[in-house]
DNA sequence: TCGACTTACGAAGGAGCGCTTCATTAGTAG
DNA sequence: CTACTAATGAAGCGCTCCTTCGTAAGTCGA
């Protein structure tokens, strides 16, 4: 439950450094009387928190901001720029990476293609590139990474060992955690790509601000990530959101509907099958526009189950086929309005393709803000 | 997300009476020893502690324990008599009551048989006599409750209005929280019984300690409470755990392959077939056998989706029918099985017909807790 | 250019809280 | 009755935050 350790002096210093550095992180540069009334201090205790942190490296000062009234005041800032993240995503046929500060702006990005069978170490190689790059564009080295977040398609164990792939075959058993691990001397997370894409969807997407949300990965195949409480879900076994194994819930088989629609012409890559049935529904093909309605009309089993189940006040709909949310958007919601008791609202994702690796440096970010502001570490770590 | 407010001297102490009352309530009396030890506290500031805690009426000294070396040491304990809470449970044919202290402590419990085709006045009249009856035996009135905490049937809004219940005709519409507002003189709590038979069950049933639960209610209806991250999960419109309101998840008419075997004989009620038909089938007779097979078909599809969208580390069976687990239980794990990527543990509830009771008064308990352990109230308030 | 005004700075003094230390007290064991 | 044990209570210290007040560094208007 909750601890059951009482507090000391310190620890109310150490609280109150907490709280400046939340308050710069959140408002950015903010002078000493600023951050005082924000936290609740008078201004001598903040000034003593200040100085500390700013011996600490968390916190520096800048210039004054002129033109004000009265005696110019000192300004402080987080130094964001003190350590970095990466944010990985690693799919099919894309190996995206991002670098950001400390505070999740993101400062370099990249993208590496990649065969979907490609062999193992092809695909570790081009995770490698795909950080290098980052680091070479925002100059900074290895080194200056904190912590590198990777989301990928799969069910990955607590440890980071992967369970289940079934788009990359070359994954299965695959100790991804221990690699990257060797990798990249920092801290590694891994966590499964959908799971992440609800993330970035609930900070920086359609969905801020919401705390239960069902994000839906409608692509070639099939995803599902929660957000509950404002937290991702993972489940006990970090199987959560795999409602596509079950067969009553309709959604494996569902994509097929626009794989195989007769609309697709001769020749076309089987990969770009359904982006074809999908533009020729947008176009009023009346075969594209028939496969369209079976293929929500499965999508729509899946998530009234998960809707029922949870009772999510949003449901996103994201991955490579959101880009046609247009098409697909209208139709999932009067069926879902057939089957939800009580209906959540039903929005596109606007990250887009970005989704995962946004998700990632949030996760990387939270991850941060969990470790600095758990109650029960010691001072404050001095940054580098 | 968090609070931006800074702490005060006075924090720090609001901080380690919390602590104190914490572990009081948890390990019962202790020494002023003791508890500084636990608390992480010197003895002299917990004594200081515990003093102004006595001056609140939060804490009460008790005869030293005889029988030790050394100068016998005070002991303090938790005053759980300053105020008392009632749980109760609204059924279709019994509305139960139950009365406990401020630590959860069940002092005395009622039962109200009701019809359930009653009219409204009538069910909250035998609420009003099964919750005096409680007052009664424990010799306290109406105004020594802190909180009333009611589970009951259907879906009910965050403001504790009655959306939807199947079972119960008169409930439909009804203000609940409002009536009993006017009934008891303070803070009602409304909750779907469900919902509390899960908190139940992972606070003092077999799921204890258990992060995330899904607990069934297999009776004459079917129903679902989820415990995610250790906490009551409601929804955004308090509608999560309605699964059987989709078709695919073959939950709504499960209970009818029960109901209506043919090995239920002539004249029985229609009330009492399924129980027939569970204990002819631990009889090894082989319509009443098949008939529970066609049942735990139907129920592990809805099952399965919840634990393919939540991964849950255990499922609880619950409801009128667990009391034929041993019938039901290694069945619905065998379907399970083939159906779940992760299988989940799978145990039958042991709390019964206490459930819901008990949950509630879990959940006012917790309630408590909240308002008691929240970080932005003021001073500790005075018990009455 | 100078004085009035505004806002922030910095030092001083005070109160609250928790810590350590130590002599004292109230029991048990032999 | 004495030795031992463990808790008590009082005294003194250090840290953190508070309030107060004189001083400093800008802008604005005459």
Redesign the interface.
């Known amino acids: 439950?909750?601890d059951?350790?009482?507090?000391d002096?310190s620890?109310?210093r150490q609280?109150?450094s907490l709280?400046?550095i939340?308050?710069l992180r959140?408002a950015g540069p903010l002078t000493l009387s600023a951050l005082a009334e924000?936290?609740?201090?008078s201004r001598p205790s903040?000034k003593e928190v200040t100085d500390e942190l700013m011996g600490l490296g968390w916190v520096e000062e800048v210039p004054p901001s002129p033109g004000t009234m009265g005696r110019p005041a000192r300004r402080y800032r987080f130094r964001a720029d003190s350590g970095y993240l990466v944010g990985v995503d690693i799919g099919g046929h894309n190996i995206r990476a991002a670098l950001s500060d400390l505070d999740g702006e993101i400062l370099a990005e990249t993208r590496q293609p990649v065969l979907p069978d490609a062999p193992l170490e092809e695909r570790l190689a081009a995770i490698e590139r795909a950080v290098s790059g980052c680091l070479a564009l925002s100059r900074t080295t290895v080194s200056d990474l904190w912590t590198v977040a990777v989301g990928t398609i799969g069910?990955i164990d607590v440890e980071g060992r992967v369970i289940?792939s079934a788009a990359v075959p070359a994954w299965r058993d695959l100790d991804l955690a221990g690699r990257l691990r060797e990798m990249f001397p920092c801290q590694v997370l891994i966590e499964n790509d959908s799971r992440l894409a609800a993330m970035a969807e609930t900070r920086r997407g359609v969905a801020q601000g919401v705390?239960?949300v069902v994000f839906l990965h409608v692509g070639r195949r099939m995803g599902?990530g929660?957000v509950?409480?404002?937290?991702v879900?993972?489940?006990?076994?970090?199987?959560?959101?795999?409602?596509s194994?079950?067969p009553?819930?309709?959604w494996f088989d569902a994509p097929e509907h626009l794989n195989t629609c007769a609309c697709v012409p001769e020749g076309v890559p089987p990969e770009d099958a359904a982006g074809h049935t999908l533009a020729a529904a947008r176009n009023g093909d009346p075969l594209a526009v028939e496969a369209v309605e079976r293929y929500v009309d499965d999508l729509a089993?899946g998530t009234?189950?998960?809707v029922?189940?949870?009772?999510?006040?949003m449901v996103v709909l994201g991955g490579g086929f959101s880009r046609s949310a247009d098409v697909l958007l209208d139709r999932l919601r009067e069926r879902l309005e057939a089957?939800?008791?009580?209906m959540?609202e039903v929005r596109a994702s606007t990250l887009g393709d970005e989704c995962v690796v946004v998700g990632a440096i949030e996760y990387a970010v939270e991850h941060l803000d969990d470790q600095l502001?758990r109650p029960d570490r010691g001072p404050l770590p001095v940054t580098r």
């Open positions: 439950m909750a059951l350790r009482g507090g002096l620890r109310l609280l109150n709280t400046a939340r308050a959140r924000r936290a609740g201090l903040m069910v289940y705390r239960d599902a929660l509950i409480d404002g937290k879900h993972r489940g006990f076994g970090a199987a959560s959101g795999e409602i194994m079950l009553e819930a309709r089993v009234a189950a998960m029922l189940v949870l009772d999510p006040q089957r939800c008791m009580r959540p502001f």
